[in-house]
C-alpha cells in the first residue's frame, strides 16, 4: 500500500510564491510517474503537471512558465514550485502517483492566491 503526504500550501498573495512538497511511502514501483492536480470550488479535478521516473515532465497550459515541477527518486518525493501565483490558481492541490495498474492520491492541500 502507498501513502502521499502532502504539505506546503498556504495562503499568498497574487504574484507571490509556494513550493508543494509530497513523500511517498509503502510498497513504490520504481518505474512511475508523480504529478500534481487540483480541484477549484465548484470546478472539476484537474492535471498541473506530472513528471517520470525518468525525469520527464507535462505541465497545463495554464501554468507554463509559472510552475516547475521536479522529483527526488531517492526521497520518493515530488515538488511544485509554484511562481507568479494569481487568485485563479486558488484551489486543493492533490498529489497523485501512477504506476503500472493503478494509482494513489494525496489527502490534498489547500491553496488559495489573494488578489
Known amino acids: 500500500q502507498v501513502q502521499l503526504v502532502e504539505s506546503g500550501g498556504g495562503l499568498v498573495q497574487a504574484g507571490g510564491s509556494l513550493r508543494l512538497s509530497c513523500a511517498a511511502s509503502g510498497s513504490i514501483f520504481s518505474i512511475n510517474v508523480m504529478g500534481w492536480h487540483r480541484q477549484a470550488p465548484g470546478k472539476q479535478r484537474e492535471l498541473v503537471a506530472t513528471?517520470?521516473?525518468?525525469?520527464?515532465?507535462t505541465y497545463a497550459d495554464s501554468v507554463k512558465g509559472r510552475f516547475t515541477i521536479s522529483r527526488d527518486n531517492a526521497k520518493n518525493t515530488v515538488y511544485l514550485q509554484m511562481d507568479s501565483l494569481k487568485p485563479e490558481d486558488t484551489a486543493d492541490y492533490y498529489c497523485?502517483?501512477?504506476?503500472?495498474?493503478?494509482?494513489?492520491w494525496g489527502q490534498g492541500t489547500q491553496v488559495t492566491v489573494s488578489s
Open positions: 513528471i517520470s521516473s525518468g525525469g520527464s515532465t
Open positions: 497523485i502517483l501512477i504506476v503500472p495498474g493503478g494509482r494513489s
